[in-house]
């Protein structure tokens, strides 16, 4: 854009034409991007229904920046807009839309107030097993911290034959999570409540009889936790559903696994099982559909450093077993600083791998095999400046994992060695 004004400028004077004020100004040319059709429609009748000094508003614990969420909540196969909005009084509670979609247009079916300043979770699921899929609203105080949160409330919306049915309930949480605990192919509701100075209260709700009952609940008395950093449902064993929880305690954390026996809800590990110092997140590694438990691993051969914080520590996956424990399963290097991560190690070499005692944290790190005798390197991370990458990168195979303006960090893989059939380090995000 600037170029074809200075371009204009360069013919108007080349032309002899001196009156150059009559020349647009280049930031007159900018506009904001264009939303495709169908959604700027909607966003004019939206902005058309919002009071004088209102905001769209999204959720603060979602990865979707989006203020719009779409669904067909009554199945009839017509899509429902819904949108949270701010009134210009910020310490009034936030307003629900529905609107609905008619040809070309939406039509603004119904709004009601919520029941807090701040949309903390906001999920679509069928929860009530009418068939129909119901909104569930997690409403929080300004300011506070969702992971510790105890003022947080979940509601359950149900939008029947145009009408919003608001559930009788209003649950308190600091994360919540859908799944189906008890075995009996229905979603159940799990609520995790950190309360200050007690513990952690666990309750799972369903859906029957028009309410919401609880079918079990679990105190974790532990007074030292000083909140959540991520809150998973889903398999913890082939044959076993769970909530995973991954709890700061001070700068360390650990992992408690929670599943339902018999009814009644139990933990499985102790809080030393999972113990590390550092924040890792528990997650499906290797694509098996199963949650893996983190834990930290002093590498072979740094056991007689004093400085332990000094150390690049090894993170290890492991798989919850029923009778023998946590069972690993796979090993692989994470930044402590949250810069990069390299993939897992092949299974081949589990427990096969440390680094090399050369290494230096944020420097240079060396990855060897154990079970060679020679210790042959497999893969290495170099911590370059930006002269030094220029110089080094055109080769030696350096893959750029993370840089800035004054550092560059990169790494290979041994062409001779396990990996030379190429991975790639990605970015953590």
Not at 68 to 95: C, H, S
Not at 116 to 138: K, M, W
Not at 368 to 395: C, K, L, M, Y
Request: aromatic share 8%; proline share 5%; net charge negative.
């Amino acid at each position: 854009m600037w170029l074809s004004v200075v371009a204009a400028a360069g013919l108007l004077l080349m032309s002899g034409c001196s009156d150059t004020m009559s020349l647009p100004d280049p930031t007159s040319l900018i506009r904001p991007p264009r939303l495709p059709a169908d959604k700027e429609v909607l966003k004019n009748v939206i902005d058309r229904q919002l009071p004088a000094g209102a905001t769209e508003v999204r959720t603060r614990s979602s990865e979707d920046t989006s203020s719009i969420r779409y669904a067909d909540l009554d199945g009839d196969g017509t899509r429902e807009a819904i949108v949270f909005y701010k009134p210009a009084d910020n310490t009034q509670n936030l307003k629900l839309m529905i609107l609905q979609e008619q040809g070309e247009s939406w039509v603004k079916r119904l709004e009601i107030e919520g029941q807090g300043p701040v949309l903390d979770r906001l999920e679509f699921a069928d929860i009530t097993g009418d068939g129909y899929t119901d909104i569930l609203a997690g409403y929080g105080v300004s300011g506070e911290d969702s992971s510790t949160a105890a003022s947080n409330v979940l509601m359950v919306y149900s939008y029947i034959e145009g009408t919003l049915q608001i559930h009788d309930v209003k649950l308190p949480y600091t994360d919540f999570a859908l799944i189906d605990l008890n075995g009996d192919d229905s979603k159940d509701l799990a609520l995790v409540e950190m309360r200050p100075s007690t513990g952690t209260d666990i309750r799972v709700y369903q859906y029957r009889d028009s309410a919401f009952q609880e079918l079990s609940s679990l105190m974790l008395p532990n007074k030292t936790i000083t909140g959540y950093y991520n809150v998973s449902a889903g398999k913890v064993s082939a044959d076993q559903n769970g909530l995973v929880l991954d709890i700061m305690v001070g700068s360390g954390s650990y992992t408690q696994i929670v599943v339902m026996k018999d009814g009644m809800l139990e933990s499985v590990l102790s809080e030393v099982a999972a113990f590390k110092d550092g924040l890792v997140k528990s997650e499906d590694i290797n694509g098996d559909g199963i949650i893996e438990i983190p834990t930290l691993k002093l590498p072979v051969g740094w056991d007689k450093f004093a400085n332990k914080k000094d150390i690049p520590m090894l993170t290890v996956y492991n798989q919850w077993d029923k009778e023998d424990g946590l069972i690993k399963i796979r090993e692989q290097y994470r930044d402590a600083s949250g810069r990069f991560v390299l993939p897992p190690f092949p299974e081949e070499l589990l427990d096969n791998v440390t680094l090399n005692t050369v290494s230096m944290v944020d420097k240079y790190l060396q990855f060897v095999r154990i079970d060679d005798a020679n210790r042959q390197w497999i893969e290495e991370v170099r911590f370059f400046t930006p002269a030094q990458w220029q110089n080094e990168s055109q080769g030696d195979s350096w893959i750029k994992l993370y840089s800035t303006s004054s550092q560059v960090i990169a790494y290979r893989v041994n062409p001779n060695g396990p990996l030379s059939t190429g991975r790639l380090g990605t970015p953590l995000s």
